[in-house]
């Protein structure tokens, strides 16, 4: 493993409360909600967290090795599943201002850098569905990040 972000998306490693990726992968929902630790292990960015301090930032080196290693890829892509399933069932982040906001950014921008822009692309068209089905209750700069974030 090239760090640790790596050896937890590869399901070797702990993050920074000891928890393994499965783990957090069976989080609750009120879990997915309530803990804010967990997402910049799931999905890394190359810049520090302004959320939570310590939290892990994507070296080039350790991008390159988990592009490479199907056990990171398929631990991203099970975090993705179960992003996607929140989101999907909870309606609380429906709404102009909401952390979540936040956290789908970095979803679509750890999606795009790591796996590419196709799945940056299907997760933001499942969120999409959900904040029209809602009736666009999100903020219009949230919308314009998550958009960005795509190109």
């Not at 080039?60 to 056990?71: G, L, M, Q, S, V």
Request: proline share 6%.
């Amino acid at each position: 493993m090239s760090g640790p972000v790596h050896a937890f998306l590869a399901g070797h490693g702990r993050d920074g409360a000891g928890r393994l990726l499965a783990d957090v992968l069976a989080f609750d929902d009120a879990r997915i909600e309530g803990v804010h630790d967990f997402i910049q292990w799931c999905f890394p960015l190359r810049e520090a967290s302004r959320a939570v301090p310590g939290a892990p930032v994507l070296t080039p080196t350790e991008a390159d090795a988990i592009r490479i290693d199907p056990a990171a890829i398929d631990g991203l892509r099970g975090a993705t599943a179960r992003m996607a399933r929140f989101y999907e069932a909870t309606d609380g982040w429906l709404r102009p201002y909401d952390h979540n906001h936040l956290r789908i950014t970095r979803i679509l921008t750890a999606l795009r850098d790591l796996i590419g822009q196709d799945a940056a692309q299907e997760f933001f068209e499942l969120v999409m569905k959900r904040v029209q089905a809602a009736g666009s209750p999100v903020n219009p700069d949230s919308l314009t990040y998550w958009k960005r974030t795509l190109r």
